[in-house]
């Protein structure tokens, strides 16, 4: 099983909504997870980190982490067509200071 | 003002040739990083380096060699290129201890190997 689980879409939304992207989690013994934007043909860029349950919030950017279910989500409202990237999600393994990434999940806002 | 950079950004080449990959960063990061994105965007760590000691070698090619002259700097070296190692390499750096976990990314290198 994967250490990180992400459906890689494509999703396409109308400019204005509230994007949800999520991945799931195989290993609970480390709790710390990140989110990364990468626009086509650039490196991946931090978003959001977080390492508790609940919501993180940046501006737009929402990172829940609901640990009874191994779910992580990132919420983008009011969604710009700037926003249109590959979203991935991605944890380090127990101690370890390399990150398993998710397969990412490609979001294209429509104006 | 770059934080981590790699050069060159693109990199065609024939099969069989050897080439090499540069990175820098400028963070005071104490671990660096390189990994393969395939085609299918999937991110796959291979090297890792705290201080200029490997401490992470994935199952890779032994073709692939990375050397670290000092704690700024990761090149990446490859012997006798394959069509398969046709890819996006990114150099990554991150902190080391204080719970911290992120990593920050480089452009990436696009090596199309023909």
């Known amino acids: 099983q994967k250490e990180v689980e992400q459906d890689p879409g494509p999703l396409s939304v109308p400019e204005g909504a509230i994007v949800s992207l999520n991945c799931t989690y195989s290993?609970?013994?480390?709790?710390?997870f990140m989110w990364y934007r990468q626009y086509s043909r650039k490196g991946p860029e931090l978003l959001m980190y977080?390492?508790?349950?609940g919501n993180k919030e940046d501006g737009r950017f929402t990172a829940q982490v609901d640990k009874s279910s191994k779910y992580i989500s990132l919420f983008i409202r009011d969604s710009q067509p700037s926003d249109s990237a590959t979203y991935l999600c991605a944890k380090p393994p127990t101690g370890a200071n390399n990150l398993f990434f998710g397969t990412g999940t490609r979001l294209t806002v429509i104006p | 003002d770059t934080a981590v950079s790699q050069t060159p950004k693109y990199l065609v080449t024939q099969m069989g040739n050897d080439k090499s990959i540069k990175c820098e960063q400028n963070l005071g990061h104490d671990t660096m990083y390189w990994y393969k994105q395939d085609s299918k965007k999937f991110l796959k760590i291979m090297f890792s380096?705290?201080?200029?000691?490997?401490?992470i070698n994935e199952t890779v090619p032994n073709r692939f060699s990375p050397k670290s002259p000092d704690k700024a700097h990761l090149n990446l070296h490859i012997n006798s290129l394959e069509l398969g190692d046709s890819a996006v390499y990114f150099c990554?750096?991150?902190?080391?201890?204080?719970?911290?976990?992120?990593?920050?990314f480089g452009p990436g290198t696009r090596l199309t190997v023909t």
């Open positions: 290993n609970s013994a480390f709790q710390y």
């Open positions: 380096y705290n201080n200029k000691e490997l401490i």
């Open positions: 977080t390492y508790s349950s």
């Open positions: 990554a750096s991150s902190p080391t201890g204080g719970g911290r976990y992120e990593q920050y």
